[in-house]
């Protein structure tokens, strides 16, 4: 299946994009939050669009916004490219890196961006997402796939000036609002296929920056699933993104490139679809 959540921001619905078009299974399901994984949501949604053919059509005109309602967490992985990590003048690790993105920076696929206040290095990361099915303790790596309810299409954005050069921990330069856009769709893993093989792609104003496959990850899903459910418990709903791969406007040589007010970013991972985001400076409410 493929999940995707529609309307306007706060009062979205749960819905399914199935042959290219949209459909409402709200009078199926309440939304896609913890509580509808934690109770084989994906299971009984199935069976029950085996015997309810007649769903209401969303025109492709309404806004969708993030494919999960908002998550406990939002997990990233950092420097999990070897050439990301070439490029940043970064070790590459021996363990992966960890941190947080708020869940008040996620968003819609094609939501603004919102440049920060006072930001003058905001730069994109597109990235491979995955969300958790169930609750993870102390998982191995070979049962880790069991607890993949799909992936996801986001772009990890960042202000690098927050993020490098005011100290403390990488999440002061991920957790904007508008700085986590996910989707347009959450798909299955049956939807998938190899998820180690997946082009991945970044256009800025209709510039290529990024080009890659996942294939170049270092730490792979079930390993992550895995390392990560030493630290913490991972809940329904969770989501973790893997890295990005090499072609941030931070890695420019030798002057990077950030984005301003205008600019038109262009993402997409093979078989989880693609999303735009246009950069608007932050005004005050």
Known sequence: MKLI????????????????????????????????????GLAKLEE???????LPEVSDSVRLGSPVARPSKIICIGLNYVDHCEETGAAIPEEPIIFFKSTTSLCG??????????????????????????????????????????????????????????????????GSDTFAPLGPIMATPDEVGDVNNLKMWLTVNGKTFQNSNTSNLIFKIPFLVHYLSQFMTL??????????????????????????????????????????QTAVAYQQN
């Open 109 to 174: 696929p094609n939501d603004n961006l919102i440049i920060p206040k006072n930001s003058e290095k905001t730069d994109w990361e597109v990235e491979l997402a995955f969300v958790v099915g169930k609750k993870a303790s102390y998982v191995s790596e070979e049962d880790a796939p069991n607890y993949i309810a799909g992936y996801c299409l986001l772009n990890d954005y960042s202000e690098r000036a927050f993020q490098i050069e005011r100290g403390g921990q990488w999440a002061k330069g991920k």
């Open 5 to 40: 959540r529609f309307g306007e921001e706060g009062k979205e619905k749960p819905g399914v994009l199935l042959n290219d078009k949209r459909y409402d299974v709200s009078s199926i399901v309440s939304d896609y939050n913890e509580a509808f994984f934690e109770n084989d």
């Open 48 to 54: 029950a669009l085996k015997n309810n053919p007649s």
């Open 235 to 276: 809940l329904p709903g969770d989501v973790i993104s893997t890295g990005t791969p090499p072609g941030v406007g931070l890695g420019i040589k030798p002057d990077p490139i950030y984005i301003k007010a205008g600019d038109v970013i262009e993402l997409g991972i093979e078989g989880l679809g693609t999303s735009k």
